[in-house]
Each structure stands twice: as structure tokens, then as C-alpha cells.
């Protein structure tokens, strides 16, 4: 049986097609002369998706111990031009930043540059009057970067404007959690202070006086968000009270009250009454 010639026609029909590693290497170092020479975010967004286009079929065809070195050159110079499209983002003007992004998002929605520019993204978008798109973006991009701070901050906030309390407390709490990963402190203080407050909308007393005690230290610097979170907390702490017959903690949602009421924020008028209110409710009790 003579299948010499149709076999091997038959492997070489089958076998992967793969760019020249010259050709790649080319890409490649072209790219990087773009971005050390600043020459712009079309130039790159353009050297970049050809780079891509070489690098991309090695670097996720399957594991070879022929192929080792080449598929991990490839993901090398894949990995370059996500940072090459990140990076021009973060030194060009809004619109060019919203283009390099969202071309970076399409190209690989997990890679780790866009799990750190999502807040120039989103500045951006801002910048650009699209800031209607930013919710959206956000739970999308959550499948794939499900710990990432920026996108937590901006489902956490949207939730509970939108009074989805329920939502805006697991948001909250996620971020907060995230953030402490990441070292933004500022974050944290958000995350357990948009939790607390949700909580405390959604009558959740307990959940609410344990996130705004844990975001107090965080959001020290904010007079508004400190303010707010004490008024909370005075509120919180009534309830509690008061369901447990606790003279204790009603006199500490008094103390968080008057807090509230020295300080500037929208809720201090209220705190100043609630005060009043909850002490007298507290000194008949014994």
C-alpha cells in the first residue's frame, strides 16, 4: 500500500499555520520603538493589532514540548501589546484613551493592564460625555475581573442610588474586601460605607452598625461620608436597642447622633433631632 503522498498531504493540511518568528519579532520590536517614542495612540493601536495578529495563534495553540519556547515567546509578545495599548492610554487624551481600552478589552478582557486601567477608563468615558456607558461596562467586565476595585466602586455607588440595597450591600462588601487586597484604604472606607448605608436603608441594623463601625477609620478625612455614617449608625443602633431592650446602646445611638449633628454633612439637622428624640426614649427605660 503506497500512502506516502496523500498522508502527508493529509499532516500538512492539518497542521497549524503559524507566523514566521522573524515576522513576529519584527511586529514586536517595531511596536516597542512606537511606545518609547511616544508616537501616538493610532501608531500603536495599529502596530499593536499587528504584533497581535502574528503572536496570537502560537501563543494559544496547545501545549508543545517542540513549540515550549516559541508559544512562550509569543504569549510574551502578546502580553507586550496589551501593555503597549495600556500604557499610551494612560498619557493620551480622553478620546484616544476610551479607543486604546476599549480595543484592549476586545483583545483579552482578562489581561492584567486592563484590570488596572479601568479607572482611567471610566475617567475617561467621563471626560468624553459617555459616562452613560460606564454601568454597563462595568457589569460586563465584572465576569472576568471579578475582584477588580474600580469596577466594584462603580456597580457599589450605582446600586444604591438606585436604592437596590440588597445589591449595594454585597457590592459594598466585595469592594471593600477587594480594595484591602489591592492597599487602597480610601476604597475600603467606600466599600463598608456604601454597605452600612444600604443596610441601614434596607433595615439591616445589625449588617449596618458593623460596616459604618469598620468604615469609620477609613473615611476619617471625608466630614460628609463621617457625618453620614454616624447619622447611620445612630440609627442603627436605636433599632438594635430598642429590640433588645438595651439602655446601653440606645445612650450610644444619642452619642452617634450629636457626633452627626456637630459635624457638615446633609444629616446632621436630623442627627440633632434624632438625639433628642432617641434620649428621651432612653432615659424611660431602665
Not at 63 to 75: N, P, T, V
Not at 108 to 130: M, V, W
Not at 244 to 257: D, G, P, W
Request: aromatic residues 6%; proline residues 3%.
Amino acid at each position: 500500500m503506497n500512502l506516502t503522498i496523500p498522508g502527508l498531504a493529509i499532516l500538512l493540511m492539518a497542521a497549524p499555520a503559524f507566523a514566521a518568528p522573524d515576522d513576529m519579532d519584527d511586529a514586536h520590536q517595531a511596536l516597542k520603538e512606537a511606545v518609547q517614542a511616544k508616537k501616538g495612540a493610532a501608531e500603536v493601536k495599529k502596530l499593536a493589532a499587528q504584533a497581535h495578529a502574528l503572536a496570537h495563534p502560537l501563543a494559544t495553540s496547545p501545549e508543545s514540548e517542540d513549540l515550549k519556547e516559541a508559544i512562550a515567546h509569543a504569549r510574551e509578545v502578546e502580553t507586550y501589546t496589551e501593555y503597549a495599548l495600556y500604557s499610551t492610554a494612560l498619557q493620551s487624551p480622553a478620546e484616544a484613551a476610551v479607543d486604546l481600552l476599549s480595543t484592549l478589552e476586545q483583545q483579552n478582557p482578562k489581561s492584567k493592564y486592563l484590570d488596572e486601567g479601568y479607572g482611567r477608563y471610566f475617567i475617561a468615558l467621563n471626560q468624553t460625555g459617555a459616562a452613560s456607558k460606564i454601568v454597563a461596562i462595568a457589569e460586563k467586565a465584572l465576569t472576568n475581573l471579578p475582584d477588580n476595585p474600580d469596577l466594584l466602586m462603580v456597580l457599589a455607588d450605582s446600586a444604591l442610588t438606585r436604592k437596590q440595597y440588597d445589591r449595594a450591600v454585597s457590592y459594598g462588601q466585595r469592594l471593600a474586601v477587594a480594595a484591602s487586597e489591592h492597599k487602597r484604604n480610601s476604597a475600603v472606607g467606600r466599600g463598608r460605607y456604601i454597605a452600612g448605608v444600604a443596610a441601614a436603608s434596607g433595615t439591616k441594623w445589625a449588617v449596618a452598625d458593623k460596616e459604618l463601625r469598620a468604615a469609620l477609620p477609613f473615611i476619617k478625612d471625608s466630614e460628609e461620608m463621617t457625618g453620614n455614617a454616624l447619622f447611620y449608625l445612630g440609627l442603627a443602633n436605636y433599632q438594635l436597642g430598642k429590640m433588645t431592650l438595651k439602655k446601653a446602646q440606645m445612650l450610644e445611638a444619642v452619642k452617634f447622633s450629636e457626633q452627626a449633628a456637630g459635624m457638615k454633612c446633609s444629616t446632621a439637622q436630623q442627627a440633632f433631632k434624632n438625639a433628642r428624640l432617641i434620649k428621651l426614649e432612653a432615659d424611660k427605660m431602665r
